[in-house]
Nanobody, 122 residues
Framework: QVQLEESGGGLVQAGGSLRLSCAISDRTFRRYSIGWFRQVPGKERTFVGAMSWSGDVHYLDSVKGRFTISRDNAKNTVYLQMNSLKPEDTAVYYC????????????????WGQGTQVTVSS
């Protein structure tokens, strides 16, 4: 497992933007696929998007065109840029890392961060 630490959550009005960061503490960061998931109280954690170690990107349909995942290998950091936020995007967002992106596309991951709250007001 690797250690992941999210930051950047907060309160924003609908239509606004936030950028989440995920710092990964592993020297072999480049070989991991990194994903983002979110969870609201009483519901299961759901996949939001992921980027493979080779740069392939996958997104949940409802965030396509609004959310963008990027990674800075020099800083061992992955970002989730969220634009045009909607109240339904309100959730705890989790960063995840796995050597196999298929694991994340199926809803799982080998390592998880502690989560960061994103609240979008209407």
């Amino acid at each position: 497992q690797v250690q992941l630490e999210e930051s950047g959550g907060g309160l924003v009005q609908a239509g606004g933007s936030l950028r989440l960061s995920c710092a990964i503490s592993d020297r072999t960061f480049r070989r991991y696929s990194i994903g983002w998931f979110r969870q609201v109280p009483g519901k299961e954690r759901t996949f939001v998007g992921a980027m493979s170690w080779s740069g392939d990107v996958h997104y949940l349909d409802s965030v396509k065109g609004r959310f963008t995942i990027s990674r800075d290998n020099a800083k061992n950091t992955v970002y989730l840029q969220m634009n045009s936020l909607k109240p339904e995007d309100t959730a705890v967002y989790y960063c995840a890392a796995d050597t196999n992106i298929a694991t994340m596309l199926n809803g799982g991951s080998g390592s998880w961060g502690q989560g960061t709250q994103v609240t979008v007001s209407s």
